[in-house]
């Protein structure tokens, strides 16, 4: 049974799948390397609770329980008693072998190890440690609290009960649970990108501006974002790793990542996070 909780991860992801799991009843420990950046992501916990409750969206007395369900740590040996870890750092697959092999060695033995990979296989992380039938993958999306899905990935190595528990645990948390097979991208980023990749192929080939190719896909298709804008959002950097990965696997030319992408990345230009990419953010 799943009672307490370990994130890691200094990310905004790290601190939204906190405020999901301890909103949930769950006990949670935030990990980051450093105390600093991890008391950051309490923080950043707190801010959203008390704009929900300047909302009305949740009543002080409730924000207060959640946010005494949550510490944080830079020691790794802290996780040693959580029932499930989901690591949520950078989409480098060597970094994360590497913390797996460490989960392993810290966590007791009926702990599951989860990663929230977009993209990366997750037997490669599953096969970096002694217990690869409990590791699995739980892809919540950006914004956690927000966004009602999360892709639970079952590797070759996971048992059906680790696969389970993991869904169960989404499933507490109020999301919609889907399970799928260990390839490149899952469900969403797979479908996601080449329509990303080939919105950024449209701009760079001068058929119309950024704002219009957005404006058109908005108002064509009804989403309710365009997809320069959404590749801002997600960040340049990282959406160039999940085309890589997925061209890594595949060799589709469509996830074949164009080259303004790779020139932005270079560049420094990564979105909103850098103030700028498609658009220019240190306007607005």
């Given amino acids: 049974m799943i009672e307490r909780v370990g994130i890691l991860g200094s990310g905004i992801m790290g601190s939204g799948i906190a405020e999901v799991a301890a909103k949930s009843g769950f006990t949670v420990v935030l990990r980051s390397r450093k105390q600093d950046t991890a008391d950051a992501m309490v923080a950043s916990l707190e801010k959203s609770l008390a704009k929900q409750v300047d909302r009305g969206k949740l009543e002080q007395d409730v924000a207060d329980e959640v946010r005494g369900r949550v510490s944080a740590t830079a ?12 690591e949520s750092v950078v989409e480098d697959l060597q970094v994360k072998r590497g913390l797996f092999a460490e989960l392993d060695e810290v966590c007791k033995a009926e702990t599951i190890l989860a990663t929230n990979t977009s993209t990366l296989p997750v037997v490669e992380m599953a096969v970096a440690t002694g217990r690869p039938d409990k590791v699995v993958g739980v892809h919540f999306f950006n914004p956690a609290p927000a966004m009602s899905l999360v892709e639970v990935i079952a590797p070759l190595t996971a048992s059906d009960e680790t696969v389970a528990s993991a869904r169960g645990f989404a499933e507490s948390c109020g999301k919609d649970a889907v399970e799928v097979k260990d390839r490149a991208g899952f469900i969403v980023n797979a479908l996601l990108f080449p329509y990303l990749n080939n919105a950024a192929r449209l701009l760079e080939a001068g ?3 950024a704002e219009d190719i957005d ?16 590749l801002d959002l997600v960040g340049l950097d990282t959406s160039l790793a999940i085309l890589d990965a997925l061209y890594e696997e595949f060799r589709d030319p469509n996830y074949a990542a164009v080259p303004v992408l790779r020139r932005m990345v270079s560049a420094g230009q990564l979105g909103r996070k850098s103030g700028r990419g498609f658009y220019d953010y240190a306007k607005k």
Wanted: hydrophobic share 45%; aromatic share 4%; with cysteine.
């Fill in 75 to 86: 020691e790794l040996s802290d996780l040693a008693d959580c029932d499930l870890v989901i």
């Fill in 207 to 209: 058929t119309a501006s």
């Fill in 215 to 230: 404006t058109a896909m908005k108002g064509g298709c009804n989403f309710p974002m365009g997809p320069l804008a959404l």
